[in-house]
Every structure is written in structure tokens, then in C-alpha cells.
């Protein structure tokens, strides 16, 4: 593994896997990071499948000391460091009302504080080799929130904000900071990864007929989308490699047109085509449901 080093956080799974695979067939040399112990011999099964390497540091991002450590080894052992894809995070899916104050700690924690501290690590490393280029993987809902994932948005919105800055920093060092901007894609995210709060699944919550009629609404979504985790990776690798990269890149066809709408529809006409149309069907499913 002789390429440009890259590190990426989350790549146990989902959009992190399929985004390091992807780079490492493309000459790559990738740090594919992983919070825990035990998921380092599925990443090094699934690169092996695919017949690329792919080096496996475990790295937990609410661990500022130990990822530091870990960022150091990466850059030492590719003899630098080219680039950082921001994918690691967590889910949380529930009404406000129906979230702790843990829950929501510990999602900022990973999504924003740690998305901070892997990139105030990976930085000095980029700026010493003056190139490289920050990917912030966020989601359609850092741009648009919706209904029951209203923390989970903010932390994204928090995302696009950091690397939106980090876009105007950066520039006067050589180096770029991108935005990946996935729509709803068919990952473990939807499964085993989902987080859901607590206090949404208790059927004494005011939002709990609503909340369930709008995550049966994200689940056909899921399975209708032709959105897949390839096509993330392809746009990280666009990212990495051209000339000059867009600070937005959106994935995704119905991620595409819901921005688009808000980025030219009236805001009054926006509010009510896209949450006006949604909140009547959730709440009519919702009074029809036992």
C-alpha cells in the first residue's frame, strides 16, 4: 500500500466499508478505523474478499487521547497523510420530548465533538505536508430536518456548519475542506444501527402513534431507494481527486430535488409542499392507528 494515506472514520460498516474498499481499489493507502476491537477482523474479512489491504486501527472518537495516538501511527506507518473522511457517528431517532439528556449528550459527543477532534488531529499532519483535503460524509438532514430526528438533523446541520468553516481556513494552507451529502440509503444504519430513543417506543408518549406512522414512512423510503453506499464512495473519491473539488456534493436523486426545492421554491410554498404534505399523512395515519 504505497498511495496517498487516508484516513476514514466508522468503516466497520455501511457507507465507512464500502468508501474504504472503494478508495483502496483505487491505489489508496486506507486507514480504515473502527470504535472497537471485535470489528476489525470483519473489515480485514471484507477487504479480503474484495483482494485489496486495508490497514484496521481502532479508533474511538470520544477518546481524544487515544485517537490522537492512532492518527500519529496512521500518518507514520503511510509515511503521511493525504486525506480525512469524517463518517464515524450514531444514530438517534425520537421525538424531543421522548429523548434524555444522556442520549443527546452522548450524540453530540460522537457526531460533533468527536468529528472535532479527529480533524483537529488529522490536520497538523496535512497542513506539515501542505495538501490534502477534509471529506465531512453529513446527510440530506443537515440541510433539511424532519420529523422525529430532530437531534440527530441538528448534529448533521452542526457538521455542515464545522466544515463549512473549515472550508474558508483551510484554503490559505493548499488544503480543501468537502461535503458529502448522502440522501436515505438502505444501510445497518436502518437496522442494528438505527437509535432509537428510549421513551419512543412508550406508548404513553403524546408523539408515539405519530412517531411510528413517520418511521413507516422513512422504512419505504429505505427500501425504494436506488441510492446505494457505492455511490457515496464514488463521490469521496471525486472528492479526493479532482482538480478542484465543490465544497456540496449531494448523493442521491431525491436528495437532490428536496434541496433544490428549498433552495428555490418560495419558503412559505416549501414549508407547505414538503413538511405540510408529510405532517397530514402522518397525522391522519395516526389518528387511524389503535
Known sequence: MSGPGVLITGSSTGLGLATALHLAERGFHVHASVRRDDAVEQVKQAAYERGVE?????????????????????AERSGGLFGLVNNG????????EDTTAEEAERLFATNVLGTVAVTKAVLPHLRRAG???????????????????????????????????????????????????????KTERWDEHRGQAAGAADPASPYHRLFVEAEAIADRLVERSRTTPTDVAEAV??????????????????????????????????????????????????????
Open 54 to 74: 486495508l490497514d484496521v486501527p481502532v479508533l474511538d472518537m470520544t477518546d481524544p487521547e487515544g485517537l490522537r495516538l492512532a492518527v500519529d501511527a496512521a
Open 237 to 290: 473519491h471525486t472528492a479526493l481527486t479532482v482538480a478542484r473539488p465543490k465544497l456540496r456534493y449531494v448523493v442521491g436523486r431525491p436528495a437532490a430535488a428536496a434541496i433544490l426545492a428549498r433552495r428555490y421554491l418560495p419558503q412559505r410554498t416549501f414549508e407547505r409542499v414538503y413538511f405540510g404534505t408529510f405532517l397530514r399523512v402522518v397525522r391522519r395515519r395516526a389518528a387511524a392507528r389503535p
Open 131 to 185: 495538501r490534502g483535503r477534509v471529506v465531512t460524509i453529513t446527510s440530506v438532514g443537515g440541510r433539511i430536518s424532519t420529523f422525529g430526528a430532530g437531534l440527530y438533523c441538528a448534529s448533521k446541520f452542526a457538521q455542515e456548519g464545522l466544515a463549512e468553516s473549515l472550508h474558508l481556513e483551510l484554503a490559505p494552507f493548499g488544503l480543501q475542506s468537502v461535503i458529502i451529502e448522502p440522501g436515505i440509503i
Open 89 to 96: 457517528g450514531i444514530g438517534l431517532r425520537g421525538c424531543l
